[in-house]
Nanobody
Framework: QARPMESGGGSVQAGGSLKLSCVAS?????????MGWFRQAPGKQREAVAV????????FSADSVKDRFTISLDNTKSTMYLQMNMLTAEDSALYYC??????????????????????WGRGTQVTVSS
């Protein structure tokens, strides 16, 4: 399976928007794959931002980004997106694209646990200045 590849990071002022892209064929990871975005700020643990089921489009988002960030998937372009609006300095982090071959909850795992995801991109940096 190919490594996911992120793009779209950059620097923006607080209140601004960015749209991240992740190129990866969801079919590479299995029919019921889950793909998502995670982020890691310096000195902090990697945390889930949002994930999407590739078979039915069901999404899950962290409370901290609900109503501000939207995850979507375009299988025709093999691309997953993260639209980020109303950015704050607390959103500054290295953002990773990840994929799990099966929904983590099928084996009692959690959608927000990074260890449940087997495939990772190298990350794209998002910096929000206040």
């Amino acid at each position: 399976q190919a490594r996911p590849m992120e793009s779209g990071g950059g620097s923006v002022q607080a209140g601004g928007s960015l749209k991240l892209s992740c190129v990866a064929s969801s079919r590479s990871y299995g029919r019921s794959a889950v793909m998502g975005w995670f982020r890691q700020a310096p000195g902090k643990q990697r945390e889930a931002v949002a994930v999407i089921r590739t078979d039915d489009g069901t999404t899950f988002s962290a409370d901290s980004v609900k109503d501000r960030f939207t995850i979507s998937l375009d299988n025709t372009k093999s691309t997953m997106y993260l639209q980020m609006n109303m950015l704050t300095a607390e959103d500054s982090a290295l953002y990773y694209c990840a994929a799990a071959s099966k929904p983590p909850w099928w084996n009692g795992g959690s959608w927000f646990n990074p260890v449940e995801y087997q495939y990772w991109g190298r990350g794209t940096q998002v910096t929000v200045s206040s």
